[in-house]
């Protein structure tokens, strides 16, 4: 299988042609925007809380299939979870795109593995850390 | 001297290079362009036996430095038609050399009300510097509109400028959609309300034949990275004898005639406005590249990108369903290709045909005027040089091929 075959495998168009939790929310405890500046991809990521769990999560966007299929996973592994579960799969998700570790995600988070290809491809890193990126300065907040 | 194309590519040795296990298929010299070996061999030539700095030695290396660096200008000032050589001044880069016309022109000549036009296809190099200005001085910024081929509508020219207009600054040529503008009526027009004309030759200057002199612009910028020299080396011409108004923009080494501690006076052209040392190899690189763009000819070179341009244009037309930017008119037109392909990312494109060895650029190509007025985010560009052939436009449309496969999963839902 080529590189961009495993890296545009079907998870990621799928999740790029059908966004789960897609769009603005009305009502939201955290909100925040992100970009990058010299690509222009957008996400914008909005959570309410209910205590310590994400009760609701979604996020708008714009840019390539990469950076707004991330957004899409992010959202879909975080639905329901608590904010320290969120740190710890950022932490786990940053670190298999910049310190190459070994990605070990329980099996309801998949999808997210399927984003390890975009490492052999160093310019699109950024577009697939957008989100968690953003997600970061939402919940250091 | 004939156009051989095949022993032309053999001046270049990165072609014969591999990219991820393919040949390359370098389509991005409006970026940047590749490097003959004349330039390469030039530039280890001054560092192993000819390396020291200039305008100070007394010994024979920075003499013979010197002479280099110097007749690397009189080279430039014959190839752009300039009347002398110290009405060239080397400065970074065509960004470096308009910000000069800015902050010294531009702040001595540019006062609060006054008018700069602009046009809505400029690159940012040639737009953030007038910003700055005109909110430093509180002037105005006015726009040339654009038609939907992205050529200039000049239908309201006198309209827009006007008696108060104090600059007029636009690209020779467009890196994103190659449009070659038509520069007479609006020089004609400046030279009416007696404003001044900047041209950012930095697309044009590498592609056509220009004459400084003949076409009467009053300030020319270009970069020598996109004419087969090195990075680092900016050119920017103006008239003699606006160049004898302008202020040192930078005060230090080599631009002084007498320092004392309270007050210096400047040296005379070139040197009042190139402070510090220099960037002497690339300099001298340059004077190789110049050299080599001469021996194959700028008509000829021309030629060339018209006859890749018009098979392009064929190719991607017949390839059905994608969207083109830019004039079909090509005698306005250089040998640029902006595209995008509905449904795909522009970056997703670059990256897939990057596995395919083919280097094209995708995003706003630093023109997010354009792409506001467009309504798009970005676009794929493929760029075209003296070394390019058709096999590399057959290679291109076989890996556009690859991301209608990759994508048609999810499109065709």
Known sequence: MSLSDSLYQEVLLDHYQNPRHHGKMEHFDLHQEGVNPLCGDEVELFLKLKGDIISEISFVGKGCSISQASASMLTDSLYGKTISEAKSLLLEFKGMLLEDKVPNFPEEYEDLESMEAVKKIPARIKCATLAWNTLEKAIGK | MSFD??????????????MNGKPLVFLDSAASSQKPKSVIDTIRKYYEAENANIHRGIYYLSQKATEKYEMARI??????GAACAKVVIFTRNTTESINLVAQSWGRTNIHEGDEIVLTELEHHSNLVPWQMLAQEKQAVLKFIPLNQDSTLDLSNLDEIITERVKLVALAQMSNVTGTIHDLTPIIRRAREVGAKVLIDGAQGICHLPTNVQKEDFDFYAFSAHKMLGPTGVGVLYAKEEILETMPPWMGGGDMISKVWKEKSTYAD????????????????????????LESIGMQEIRNHELELLQYALDRLEDFGGLELYGTNDLSKRGGVI???????????????LDEEGIAIRVGHHCAQPFMDFKGIAGTCRASFYLYNTKEDVDSLLVGLKKVKEIFGRVLKR
């Open chain 2, 5 to 18: 194309l095949e022993k032309i590519r053999r001046d270049f040795p990165i072609l014969s290079t591999q």
């Open chain 2, 75 to 80: 080279k430039t000032s014959r190839f752009i």
């Open chain 2, 269 to 292: 052209l070139p040197a009042r406005l190139e402070a510090g040392t220099p960037n002497i190899s690339g300099v001298i690189g340059f004077g190789a590249a110049i050299e080599y």
């Open chain 2, 338 to 352: 902006s595209f995008n392909f509905p449904g795909v990312h522009p970056h997703d494109v670059g990256s897939i």
